[in-house]
């Protein structure tokens, strides 16, 4: 996907997050990476095999990963976004809004991530072939094939199975959107097809 397609729904994310940000007092502490700003971010970013950006998206992950354990009805609240999807969020935003710190955007993801959340425990399905693979949620799938079917682009039921009809719709639907159309629901493809 092109990366300015991933931006500007990043930037839509985070903005529609913002507004729906619920309040709260400040009164917790923030440890490590977190205190950075947003300029901190975007320079470490210029290596991404630096340290110090691996610190930056390694907190993102552990905050996200924690939020799994206290948001409520939620077993992964990043169904599909990997390390990749983080920072393309952080950098859409950070590049608007250089004085927010890394904690404050990320808040911003959790609420912006409830809609999209798995709720309960959903086994992990490894599909593809040997050149395109992903590990999905069953949960996921389902809710893919329903998405396709809304679409017209699949017909079978929504079972959470990946079978050869549901990768030729994907296949047909990475290729509308300018995906690599392999047929694989990777994150660039379940954000497309499964954001709000």
Same mark, same amino acid.
């Given at each position: 996907? #092109?990366?300015?397609? *991933?931006? @500007?729904?990043?930037?839509?994310?985070? !903005?529609?997050?913002? /507004?729906?940000?619920?309040? $709260?007092?400040?009164?917790?502490?923030?440890?490590?990476?977190?205190?950075?700003? &947003?300029?901190?971010?975007?320079? @470490?970013?210029?290596?991404?095999?630096?340290?110090? %950006?691996?610190? *930056?998206?390694?907190?993102?992950?552990? %905050? =996200?990963?924690?939020? /799994?354990? %206290?948001?409520?009805?939620?077993?992964? *609240?990043?169904?599909?976004?990997?390390? !990749?999807?983080?920072?393309?969020?952080?950098?859409? $935003? &950070?590049?608007?809004? !250089?004085?927010?710190?890394? +904690?404050?955007?990320?808040?911003?993801?959790?609420?912006? =991530?409830?809609?999209?959340? +798995?709720?309960?425990?959903?086994?992990?399905?490894?599909?593809?072939?040997? #050149?395109?693979?992903?590990?999905?949620?069953?949960?996921? =799938?389902?809710?893919?094939?329903?998405?396709? #079917?809304?679409?017209?682009?699949?017909?079978?039921?929504?079972?959470?199975?990946?079978?050869?009809?549901?990768?030729?719709? =994907?296949?047909?639907?990475? #290729?509308?959107?300018? *995906?690599?159309?392999?047929?694989?629901?990777?994150? @660039?493809?379940?954000?497309?097809?499964?954001?709000?």
């Amino acid at each position: 996907m #092109k990366k300015s397609m *991933l931006a @500007a729904m990043a930037a839509t994310f985070i !903005a529609s997050a913002a /507004n729906a940000a619920e309040p $709260h007092d400040n009164s917790f502490a923030v440890e490590g990476a977190g205190r950075f700003d &947003c300029a901190a971010f975007l320079t @470490a970013r210029q290596d991404k095999s630096s340290a110090e %950006y691996q610190r *930056l998206i390694g907190f993102v992950e552990g %905050y =996200l990963s924690a939020a /799994n354990r %206290y948001e409520p009805n939620t077993f992964d *609240l990043t169904p599909w976004h990997n390390a !990749a999807a983080f920072d393309i969020i952080l950098n859409s $935003h &950070c590049t608007q809004h !250089a004085q927010d710190t890394v +904690v404050s955007v990320v808040q911003r993801m959790v609420t912006g =991530l409830r809609p999209v959340r +798995v709720a309960q425990f959903s086994p992990l399905v490894e599909v593809g072939d040997a #050149k395109h693979r992903a590990f999905v949620y069953e949960a996921i =799938l389902r809710r893919s094939q329903a998405a396709l #079917k809304v679409k017209g682009l699949y017909k079978g039921e929504e079972t959470g199975k990946f079978t050869p009809e549901m990768r030729n719709a =994907l296949a047909a639907f990475q #290729k509308q959107h300018s *995906l690599d159309a392999t047929g694989v629901p990777d994150p @660039a493809t379940l954000w497309t097809l499964l954001n709000p």
